[in-house]
């Protein structure tokens, strides 16, 4: 038996208030790793506000690795979080560790967050089944895909369709990074689960300098968004200093990944642009025949003055210099007398060898 039950024909998407997962975006979710303060999260939510973040995150409950580290500040953090997302538009997600915290948490929070470390915690994964709040299911750091996925099934399972997993780094041989990011993860995962995968350098690395390469690695790889941590002040962090943005990192990591969305639409436009070339050419090709076989002009100087006529209003319209957009056009329709040409002659050709 699959042990993928609720595995869907198509990808899922996705929807946290206004921002999708899934559907092609690519959402940024930022924020400090940890509630440390009010001024600590409104100045951090400023930042990523403003430098365009589609999320705020912020840990309100820390799975610390030791029991005297910060512990964040609970269910206020939630209260502070849920304020901070209310002044800047953004919806909110924070960890949740209990399942006795989920229903409080849901009631502060657009989306609620597993940890790596709780990746397993079937009691948990099950009550945030029952929540029908969606769910950022983060993979255990040494969890297998096949595992993780299944983890998301407890949720599903439970009646909740809402699940964006995150690959985090998972723990390898490797010392000199906090964890291995799995590239190979993304791809995988969302063909075995057809759920959205995000990608979170910033625990994945634990170094600010590798989160920009490894954010593009993400996207390059077919990432559905991605999650990273920012403060306002690093280094005074109560948790994941050495890993966390500052504003000023922030807002170049978000123009760097601009930069990569505007230059994919453009590939994708370009693209189009060509094979569209390639149907109007084959359009004039099929006139060209036509007109020889009734034995008339290839050649008609009203019908391309016209479409130049028609082609330069359009070109205005659109916000185009009409001028440029003609001399585009001559070019377009001098290679297509020229095909047209090379086509009636190997017709014609063909039919004296033949
Ligand atoms: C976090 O995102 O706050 C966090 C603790 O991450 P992870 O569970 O991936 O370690
Ligand atoms: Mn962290």
Redesign the pocket.
Known sequence: MDPLLHRNETASVVAVGAVRFGDGSYPVIAGP?SIESESQLAAAATIVAGAGASMLRG?AYK?RTSPYSFQGLGREGLRLLHAAGRATGLPTVA?VMEPREVEIAAAHLDML?V???NMQNVALLRALGETGKPVLL?RGFAATIEEWLLAAEYILDAGNSQVVLCE?GIRTFETQTRNTLDISAVPVAKALGSLPVIV?PS?AAGRRDLITPLALAGRAVGADGM?VEVHPNPESALSDGPQQLDGRQFASLMDILDIHSRREEIDRIDHRIVHLLARRLEMSIKIGRAKTARGLPLRSPAREEMILDAIEDEAARAGLDPRVVRDMYESILTESRRAQHRSTLTAVQGGIGG
């Open positions: 790793c840990g799975p960890e967050q940890g790596s470390r983060k985090r979170d625990h999650m």
